[in-house]
């Protein structure tokens, strides 16, 4: 009796231990990429432009342009996963765009074909 109680121990721990949740499911594209530019024209004032996308695990995110701080435009989007790629479709009609993911002197880059859009925060 002590061994089969014992067989039954150990197949339930065996079992519990089996089952746990695999936690490397997220994505490299979940989270902040930003897009920074500066221009200071001779004599004037600089003019500061950002572009940010965020994008969450449930395939749906933001996107905002901001000039100075103020915001210019702002929507969301879902995005999927396509192979080595990721589709965004903008809300509203805005448009679809196609992102991969990079690597540029130790920053994780948001790639639009060979163009580099943003650098991951």
Known sequence: MKKL??????ASTVAFTSCS???????VIIGTWISEASITPDGGSTTTYEDTWVFNSDL??????TTNEEVDFETTFTWMKSE????????????????????LLGNTTLMEGENILAIKE
């Open 5 to 10: 109680f014992l067989f039954f121990a150990l």
């Open 84 to 103: 080595d790629s990721y589709i965004v479709i903008y809300a509203d009609d805005e448009g679809t765009d196609t992102f991969t993911v990079g690597e």
């Open 60 to 65: 749906t995110g933001e996107y905002a342009e």
């Open 21 to 27: 949740k695999d936690e490397d499911d997220t994505d």
